[in-house]
């Protein structure tokens, strides 16, 4: 057993707004998703935001890194570089994703050392503590005072007299940590100045690859 029902034909009015809702609809999604992703064209921002802009880059560009992988610049000389990639070449091969960074690393011949010093600075006062480091030598350092002092980290190289590289310079800090490597061969340490009318007494440690640690 079968029932017919006849359905009423849609009217004029209503074709003309269906259809212009489809076309609105085709045109937003070609204006936020298929122009930026086929073609990098990216009126509104939107296809950026999500991620469609680098589908049209990385197939314009086949050599390109990909988004999820960033890029990266060989780090060093040119000299440095190419010593690099020869001797990378000879022990592994080529290796497409590999980039190069010679200066992150500088080999040391002295042997690791771990250091400490504590010193007290009367009111007004002032001192330093240095180690003398080749250049390219690296170290690990932590330093903490009892109240706020001055403080200029700095380096000076073998024989100039009144004249030094500053690294990091506070007019009032208490504590300090971080890494450091010697831009270049000499003494590289720290100077404290207590500003205050009390004595303040500083603790630091270091480890690393410094010959000594000193008060001049």
């Known amino acids: ?22 076309v609105a609809v085709a045109g937003t999604l070609l204006v ?9 064209i990216d009126p509104t921002g939107i296809g950026r935001m999500l991620g469609l802009s680098a589908l049209a880059d990385s197939e314009s560009s086949p050599q390109s890194t990909p988004a999820s992988i960033p890029v990266r610049t060989p780090a060093g000389s ?29 080999l040391a011949d002295g042997e690791l050392r771990q ?35 001055a403080v200029d980290m700095h380096g000076e190289r073998p024989d100039v007299k009144g004249a030094w590289t500053s690294y990091s310079v506070e007019a009032a800090q208490r504590e ?14 720290w100077y404290w100045q207590n500003r205050s009318d009390k004595p303040v007494t500083v603790s630091i440690e270091i480890v690393g690859y410094q010959s000594d640690i000193y008060q001049p």
Do not use: C
């Open 1 to 22: 057993m079968s029932i017919t029902t006849n359905q009423p034909l849609p009217t004029t009015a209503r074709l003309l707004k269906s259809t212009a809702l489809a």
């Open 32 to 40: 936020t998703a298929v122009l930026p992703a086929e073609y990098g």
């Open 78 to 106: 040119q000299d440095d570089v190419a010593l690099l990639s020869q001797k990378a070449s000879e022990a592994f091969g080529e290796s497409k994703g590999q980039s190069l960074a010679p200066n992150a690393v500088s």
């Open 115 to 149: 250091d400490a010093m504590t010193v007290t600075l009367a009111p007004g006062k002032g001192t330093e503590v240095k180690s003398h480091m080749a250049a390219g030598a690296g170290m690990l350092f932590r330093w903490n005072a009892t109240g706020d002092l």
């Open 176 to 189: 300090a940590r971080g890494t450091f490597t010697a831009p270049f061969e000499g003494t590289h340490g």
